[in-house]
């Protein structure tokens, strides 16, 4: 989602956070991304350890 100049951060009706809760926010979901990445990148290497293996064997 791209915000331009005229669109709020948030709604009317909500207030505004401050920085050290959006720091907060910020910091828990690259954590969150960190860790889906790792994941990730963990099953990669299993998948190509066990393949590597697999083509040393024959």
């Known amino acids: 989602m791209m915000l331009t ?3 709020p951060l948030y709604s009317k009706n909500q207030q505004p956070i401050d ?3 959006y720091r ?3 910091v828990r ?3 969150r991304r960190f860790r889906e990445w ?3 990148f963990v099953q990669y290497q299993k998948e190509f350890l066990r393949q590597l ?3 040393r064997q024959r």
């Open 19 to 21: 920085s050290e809760h």
């Open 38 to 40: 790792h994941t990730a």
């Open 53 to 55: 293996e697999q083509s």
């Open 5 to 7: 100049t005229d669109q």
């Open 29 to 31: 979901d690259g954590e």
């Open 24 to 26: 907060q926010l910020l």
